[in-house]
């Protein structure tokens, strides 16, 4: 019998058909994922199966019994676990506490247990805690036990949320987008790890992923879908050629780098790079910077710059320093030592507000939208420090051009935003400003193929057209190199390694640590 | 690992090494508390050698010493000094009932505001729930209930005999619990600053309700509130032995009124300890970490399997409790109970306390209690009688020639209370908006893994990837 049988399952929200009479069977033990264009329905399809939302239509049988209409919390108890699009950790509570909460499900101890600390109440505790600490083990996370959940990097997070999701010994595990943010090295370790929960534990997994080369890498049986809608199902090779999936979804390029493996590694480099505009005047420069979280040394004096019309990539490991080096730039965190110019301005101590009126353009990592405010809302905000109003509306126009679907979502929440379209939302916020220098912090994360395609030619466009100079992170180190003028190579906190993107690319030692070999 | 620590911070460690060599803690907390003991013996009237004898509290809880000595000292300082220092003022056992009163409050909205995140602005209404319930059976209003206030027949006797104080002591716990699980059925669905209003309007229609249930039966006496209530009697031979104990040390007689404030504060004591014992035993257990969890990320945490609404009323019933019992001693201590003393002021006032101390933090909200309590009663009411007694003086203010007495008696500190809470608010949300003994998560993971030496751990291969993203 199917661990999970879902069946013409529907969910609207006001006109919108977000899901639209889903079917899905997923087998005992195997690796199901689901695929998708950004805005698909797939989170949303969690969330009905999670018990977050109600569908409107269908019916969801777990092992025998009704899913529909149950409390999430009453369903987390047929073993289902899951993590989150946008990492859901808890901020303020310790590494192991997550776990531990995770374990929620698995513990028995009740309120005149804990008052009293029974033996019972004890070894239990002794018992989570230790299985706490393999799990921790089990997932690269051992000596950072007690930090706070928020002070690790991204990277860190997901392997995180993933060992919470484990805590509770699920039978069924749902992951969204589990190696967004992940570097190549890591998401090949992902993927590992994932077929290891699978053989090992016996874990059924139902997986939503926009890395092509985990999907295809593990599934059993991929689904697609479309406007809330069934497009394709079957084995991963049926999918990789079905025309209508490339069209939606994976778009000629990555449809093509996946059935000829050997093109990936060497796609041509699509742009000829004419020297930038007036190559030598510089635009930003960063001269020893130092910067702190607390008492954690994060950024050991780095110091590098953009000029004027550079597309500029930094690439590393997770916790390299990258994000932390362009919310310094950026104002949010304070460097302690060194200095920042743009245009011989310097700007080390400016509010960021003012920063940003210098013409420090910051699209975080993470998005950070504003979940309450809608989308006409949110760039209103980003557009808050222009008062030439004509020139917000040709702004407005112009992100609106490159992102027509954020123009369809005008008024709804940012919050309600599927993942992708946050992203989008968070790179037009970015753009209304009409900065000078744009500080892109992993602009492809959670897009699909198709898009990441895109927002690469956004940027060379902004970048030769409009003369915006570019700063960018990318877990995508392959596609940044191939875009990028320069690059730096960031590594603990220290830059190890600068130089022409093109032979950064050829260095032996990137190419194995960051491009997948 | 680079860990650097700030200029500021390594100061303020060098210091911390200097006072915690060897023996020294021992002696320095010794000593200070036993000048602090002397000045406040010799000087009973002088509010400055009260606060440097307080102070020693602070000074015993920072210093590192052996858990057991912490201990002993601070049960020879609450057991033996302030008895003494006490009843020889008994306005400081007074402001020291109080804090402990306040603490317990404290720490009970703590449980809901700090750990379940759930903003309850009406939280006094639980105190006066306790405070009512053995207002109404330890008084006489049970024969009362047809009669207009401020009619009692004289002779009146009382409904029920006044030990039974400790079992209502007990069910202060209980109804007001309840009371706390039934508002907080219909009202934990809705979130943030919903609740907060709702639960202002709560406290509110509990005060009402005591200003009005006068009529048409005369449960609460209406404004003028319940008097007299009873209060547990003290045994006549432990009094005496008492008596022969205390008379010399105090160095005089001691008074039965006096001795009530000895109890009601050993009282309180005791409620506080348990108070301590059970939002610690609840904070580091499978209840604490989800409440948490929910006040973190509510979605998050019913996808664990956190049954939302049922763990919110457990917190909203915990706090409740500890306010219940401190109403029903309350209501013993002052024989008196009456609507005013349940204003929104004093949710407020609470409140204050809490984050003032650090929000989630068990000694950062008992030092938020202390301060709240002193800076109102002693620090604002010094203030006063001082200005009054410059009002009477002669006294010119030298450059713009202003004399006291011309200084409206509108300006009297003591009803500043308000803009006193409204102050430390503001520069705690700027200043230190973790309060001032700032919350701690528990460092576990050393200790699990030590005991977990023998089982293989099988770090993958980004282990030390991670241990890189931490420095
Ligand atoms: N609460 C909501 N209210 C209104 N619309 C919503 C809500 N939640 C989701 N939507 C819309 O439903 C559609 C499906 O969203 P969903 O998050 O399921 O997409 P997705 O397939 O996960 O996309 P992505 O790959 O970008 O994460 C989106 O267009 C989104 O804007
Ligand atoms: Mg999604």
Redesign the interface.
């Known amino acids: 019998m199917a661990l999970l049988e879902a069946r013409g399952v529907t969910k609207r929200f006001g006109g919108l058909l977000a899901v639209n009479k889903l079917d899905l069977t997923v087998e005992a033990g195997a690796i199901v994922s689901i695929i998708g264009p950004n805005g698909a329905g797939k989170t949303t399809f969690f969330n009905t199966l999670?018990g977050?939302y109600r569908p409107d239509e269908g019916h969801i049988v777990c092992q025998g019994h009704s899913l529909v209409g149950l409390?999430?919390?009453q369903i987390?108890?047929f073993s289902i676990?899951?993590t989150?699009q946008n990492i859901?950790?808890?901020?303020?509570?310790?590494?192991?506490?997550n776990i531990?909460?995770?374990m929620?499900?698995r513990?028995f101890?009740d309120?005149p247990n804990?008052?009293l600390?029974s033996r019972k109440?004890k070894l239990e505790?002794?018992q989570a805690?230790?299985r706490?600490?393999?799990l921790?083990?089990?997932?690269?996370?051992?000596?950072?036990?007690?930090?706070?959940a928020s002070?690790?990097?991204y990277?860190?997070q997901r392997?995180l949320e993933i060992a919470?999701s484990l805590a509770?010994d699920p039978k069924l595990l749902l992951l969204d987008e589990p190696t967004a943010g992940m570097n190549p090295q890591?998401s090949c370790?992902a993927m590992i790890?994932f077929q290891k929960l699978r053989d090992q534990l016996g874990i059924t997994i139902l997986l939503i992923e926009h890395d092509m080369k985990v999907v295809m890498g593990i599934s059993d049986r991929i689904t697609v879908i479309d406007y809330g809608e069934k497009i394709a199902e079957g084995a991963p090779h049926e999918i990789q050629s079905n025309t209508r999936v490339i069209e939606a979804y994976l778009g000629s390029g990555a449809a093509a780098a996946l059935t000829n493996k050997e093109s990936e590694a060497r796609r041509p480099i699509q742009l000829e790079k004419s020297p930038a505009p007036d190559a030598g005047a510089t635009l930003l420069s960063i001269e020893n910077i130092d910067s702190?979280y607390g008492?954690?040394?994060a950024l050991?004096g780095i110091s590098l710059e953009v000029k004027a019309g550079e597309i500029v990539t930094l690439i590393g490991?997770?916790?390299?320093g990258k994000s932390t080096t362009l919310r310094t730039i950026s104002g949010l965190v304070r460097a302690?030592q060194g200095k920042i110019l743009l245009r011989g301005q310097n700007i080390t101590k400016l509010p960021p507000h003012d920063i940003v009126k210098a013409g420090v353009g910051h699209v975080p990592e993470g998005r950070g939208i504003f979940p309450r405010l809608t989308v006409r809302e949110n760039l209103g905000v980003g557009a808050f420090i222009i008062n030439d109003q004509p020139l917000v509306q040709r702004r407005m126009e112009y992100v609106f051009h490159l992102f027509p679907l954020l123009k369809e979502r005008l008024d709804q929440k940012g919050g309600t935003l599927s993942g992708g379209e946050q992203q989008m939302l968070a790179i037009a916020r970015g753009l209304i400003l009409n900065p000078k220098i744009l500080l892109l912090d992993e602009p492809s994360m959670g897009l699909a193929p198709v898009l990441v395609d895109l927002i690469f030619q956004i940027i060379e466009k902004l970048n030769k057209e409009d003369g915006i100079a570019i700063l960018l992170v990318e877990q995508n180190a392959h596609m940044a190199l191939q875009y990028a003028h320069r690059a730096y190579v960031l590594s603990?906190g220290q830059i190890v390694l600068q130089g022409d993107a093109r032979e950064i690319a050829q260095n032996p030692q990137v190419k194995s640590a960051y491009l997948g070999g | 690992m680079?860990?650097?620590?700030?200029g500021k911070?390594s100061a303020s460690s060098i210091v911390n090494n200097f006072l915690n060599q060897g023996k020294r803690p021992y002696f320095l907390a010794s000593v200070y508390l036993a000048l602090g003991t002397l000045l406040v013996y010799f000087n009973p009237l002088n509010m400055a050698s009260f606060f440097f004898l307080l102070s020693s509290a602070f000074v015993i809880y920072k210093l590192q010493m052996h858990g057991g000595f912490k201990l002993a000292i601070t049960a020879v300082a609450l057991l033996i000094i302030v008895p003494i220092i006490g009843i020889r003022n008994i306005f400081y056992l007074e402001v020291i009932f109080q804090i402990s009163v306040f603490a317990a409050l404290a720490l009970g909205l703590n449980v809901v505001v700090g750990f379940a995140g759930l903003l309850d602005l009406g939280y006094v209404a639980f105190y006066a729930v306790g405070a009512y319930l053995w207002a109404f059976f330890g008084s006489q209003q049970m024969f009362l209930l047809a009669e207009i206030p401020g009619t009692a027949p004289s002779g009146t006797p009382f409904f029920l005999p006044a030990d039974m104080f400790y079992l209502f002591a007990f069910l202060g716990i209980v109804v007001a619990a309840l009371t706390g699980i039934l508002l907080g059925l219909p009202v934990l669905r809705l979130r943030g600053d919903y609740l907060a209003v709702v639960t202002l309007g709560f406290g509110e229609v509990i005060r009402v309700l005591a200003n009005n249930l006068d009529k048409p039966l005369n449960i609460t006496n209406g404004p003028q509130g319940i008097t007299p209530i009873q209060r547990p009697t003290l045994p006549e031979g432990l009094l005496n032995s008492l008596r022969v104990l205390m008379d010399p040390l105090v160095g005089r007689d001691v008074s039965q009124g006096e001795f009530y404030n000895l109890f009601f504060y050993l009282l309180a004591l005791l409620v506080i300890i348990f108070v301590i014992i059970?939002v610690r035993?609840?904070d580091d257990?499978?209840?604490g970490?989800?409440l948490?969890?929910i006040r973190?990320?509510e979605?998050?945490?019913?996808?664990?399997?956190?049954?939302?609404t049922r763990m919110k009323l457990?917190a909203f019933a915990v706090g409740a409790s500890f306010a219940g019992i401190m109403g029903v001693m309350f209501a013993a201590n002052r024989t008196f109970v009456s609507p005013e003393s349940f204003s929104f002021m004093q949710s407020i006032g609470v409140l204050t306390m809490v984050i003032l101390g650090g929000i989630g933090s068990i000694p950062g909200v008992i030092l938020g209690a202390a301060v709240v309590i002193i800076l109102n009663l002693q620090v604002l009411q010094g203030l006063s009688l001082y200005l009054s007694q410059l009002r009477q003086s002669e006294a010119v203010i030298p450059i713009i020639d202003f004399a006291w007495k011309n200084l409206s008696t509108q300006l009297d500190p003591a009803k500043y209370q308000r803009m006193l809470f409204g102050i430390i608010l503001i520069l705690m949300m700027i200043y230190r908006p973790a309060g001032l003994i700032p919350a701690a998560?528990?460092?576990?993971?050393?200790s699990?893994?030590s005991?977990?030496k023998k089982?293989p751990?099988?770090?993958?291969?980004?282990?030390a990837?991670?241990?890189?993203?931490?420095?």
């Open positions: 999670t977050l409390r999430p919390d987390a108890k676990a899951r989150f859901r950790l808890f901020a303020n509570m310790t590494v192991m506490e531990l909460v995770g929620h499900t513990l101890q309120m804990v008052l600390r109440f505790e002794e805690h230790a706490a600490a393999e921790m083990a089990f997932m690269g996370l051992t000596g950072v036990g007690d930090e706070l002070s690790l990097p990277g860190v392997r919470r509770a890591e370790e790890l702190y008492h954690i040394h050991k490991a997770n916790g390299a302690r603990t | 680079a860990a650097i620590k700030s911070a059970v035993r609840l257990s499978k209840i970490r989800a948490t969890a973190e990320d979605t998050a945490a019913v996808s664990m399997g956190i049954p939302l457990t998560r528990r460092k576990r993971e050393l699990t893994r005991k977990d089982k751990i099988t770090p993958s291969s980004t282990a990837e991670a241990d890189h993203g931490a420095a």
